[in-house]
């Protein structure tokens, strides 16, 4: 939106000027960017070594393609990858095209804001969680096959199916779909606030098109050229996600990524640089999904002009607009149903199928194992708030350096985690560094800035520069200004990036793992783990523990600006 002027005539928008001054700003600003940029670069390197041969700590001295070819000898090994690139391609797809269905089928209408309402919850629950919930649901003793039967379905007995974890990966794909769609469609929103989306839609629809026609010819196209990059490190991710793939996908094989970590976890050392190589394998295929990625991109734009040139309007798309708000409908509604059921879980007794509630109750697991627990949990919240710590202010510098924040933010999200975070792990071990908490904090840092980034990106840039103007003719010096002025408007958005920082720190699996190098448990390696042993009422209570560190978070985040600008109406909107 442009600003006026006080005479009330249009006046092009200003550019906040760096705090502090361009030239210790600037390097502020290319520090941070280093400090994503370094330890991404060093993991690669780390990797790209041991896997052509070369890590003298291990006795590794003549480079060749040795590791490679252990690493083909590997039984499965193509039917791992192309699991990994099917599953991966076939949610991003999924994900966004739901996105693209969603946005057309809400734009200009109160259901937008209903729908960010319901979706905007679903990005507080971790991906472990997520599938654990998932499994509860969808099992063949699941929730939903109870509340069927026996009267539609004639089962008294669980059936003798692969719902989850089946051969072909459609549980896992399923469930990433159901995670990665509200991601997109937050970032989708926050791109609209950046074009000009009314006029162009009220165009298309004076040419007869219909509404959702109306918005993916003017606007989608728009939208996703801002989005790219986080539809990229949803590819990635999906294509090298463990947690869940340990949890929902096939295991023989399992997906590629699942695979390497069991490499890169093994006994012998020479299993380091078969995992090396694995790993190298997993960045090749990263590389030609993006490939394939931007051939599709072409493909639909040009199918999608060819919609356009050929007069195809859509007048008719109620029926496409309900099916769309029913899907975002459905995601919060299976999201809520497997929260309820992990709770009746975690103190379930003697559960028959196919009843639906459990033949008793007791808190007994609860009472029992809570004090076992108590421990990995302060460590899970110690580095979700150390790492939080760390990030916020390195965010908050970069973006008031005036350095353009870019795509470099996207990396560590792009390039596949067990890749550079296997070599990250071994140029520590070969430095010496013991792995522990404050390692994996460092580590998760890596992670939290960039969504700190993206969660302040938009606010920062929206704050009307008038305000520190106004400030400024009152003499107050600039860290005042800064501090008083900016920050103080900027409460709500810095909560929220604060709680979102929690949230990923607390979700992360792969870097607790790879690095902490086994020896520091949180509350999503204990889910991980006891998600393949039998004992449910166990993992339904660890989910539950994930569930509410993130939920707390945001709860803090909403609540705490609200309360503390409770006599200033106009601070609680600002968001």
Request: charged share 10%; hydrophobic share 60%; net charge positive.
């Amino acid at each position: 939106m442009r600003r006026r002027d006080y005479d009330g005539r249009d006046a092009a928008p200003r550019r906040p000027r760096p705090a502090g001054g361009g030239g210790p700003a600037a390097a502020a600003g290319v520090a941070v960017k280093l400090v994503i940029a370094v330890p991404v670069g060093a993991g690669l390197v780390g990797v790209l070594l041991p896997a052509f041969g070369y890590l003298p700590p291990i006795g590794a001295d003549q480079p060749g393609l040795a590791a490679f070819a252990a690493l083909a000898a590997r039984p499965g090994l193509a039917h791992s990858a192309a699991l990994s690139v099917g599953t991966a391609l076939a949610a991003t797809l999924v994900s966004l095209a739901a996105t693209a269905s969603i946005l057309a089928a809400t734009f200009g209408t109160r259901a937008m804001a209903v729908t960010d309402r319901l979706l905007a919850p679903l990005l507080s629950v971790p991906h472990a969680a997520a599938a654990l919930g998932f499994v509860l649901l969808f099992a063949p003793s699941g929730l939903v096959l109870r509340l069927l039967s026996p009267w539609a379905t004639g089962l008294r007995v669980p059936p003798d199916i692969a719902l989850v974890q089946d051969p072909w990966g459609i549980a896992l794909t399923v469930a990433l779909v159901m995670k990665e769609t509200p991601f997109l469609v937050l970032m989708a929103l926050a791109a609209l606030g950046q074009i000009e989306a009314r006029p162009r839609v009220a165009m298309a629809r004076a040419l007869g098109y219909g509404r959702m026609a109306a918005f993916l010819h003017g606007v989608w196209p728009l939208v996703y050229r801002q989005i790219k990059l986080p539809v990229l490190a949803v590819l990635a991710f999906c294509v090298s996600v463990v947690d869940v793939a340990m949890i929902l996908g096939p295991t023989r094989p399992p997906p590629l990524a699942v695979r390497l970590l069991t490499e890169l976890h093994a006994a012998d050392i020479d299993a380091w640089l078969v995992g090396s190589a694995g790993a190298v394998l997993l960045l090749g295929l990263m590389g030609a999904l993006v490939l394939a990625w931007l051939a599709l991109e072409r493909a639909a734009g040009w199918a999608l002009a060819r919609l356009r040139d050929g007069g195809w309007r859509a007048r008719r798309d109620r029926l496409a607009r309900i099916a769309a708000m029913a899907f975002a409908a459905a995601l919060t509604g299976t999201m809520a149903l497997a929260v309820v059921g992990l709770c009746v879980q975690s103190v379930a007794g003697y559960w028959p199928f196919p009843q639906v509630l459990p033949a008793n109750v007791s808190a007994a697991s609860w009472v029992e194992r809570l004090p076992g627990v108590l421990d990995t949990l302060a460590t899970t919240l110690g580095i979700a708030i150390g790492a939080t710590a760390l990030s916020l202010p390195l965010a908050v510098a970069l973006l008031a350096s005036g350095v353009r924040v870019g795509g470099l933010i996207y990396l560590p999200l792009i390039v596949p985690q067990v890749a550079f975070l296997f070599g990250l792990a071994t140029l520590v071990i070969a430095m010496g560094v013991t792995a522990g908490p404050v390692l994996v904090t460092l580590t998760h840092v890596l992670f939290t800035l960039p969504y700190a980034l993206i969660a302040l990106s938009g606010p920062w840039a929206a704050l009307d520069p008038r305000y520190e103007m106004a400030a400024r003719s009152f003499g107050l010096p600039w860290w005042r200004r800064f501090v008083m002025v900016r920050l103080a408007l900027l409460t709500r958005p810095l909560a929220v990036a604060a709680a979102l920082g929690v949230a990923v720190s607390v979700a992360l699996y792969v870097p607790t793992r790879i690095v902490g190098g086994g020896r520091v448990a949180t509350i999503t390696t204990e889910a991980v783990a006891a998600a393949t042993g039998g004992d449910r009422r166990l993992v339904a209570m660890l989910a539950l523990m994930q569930l509410a560190l993130p939920f707390v978070a945001f709860a803090l985040a909403r609540g705490g600006p609200a309360l503390a600008f409770r006599h200033r109406r106009a601070m609680q909107g600002r968001a």
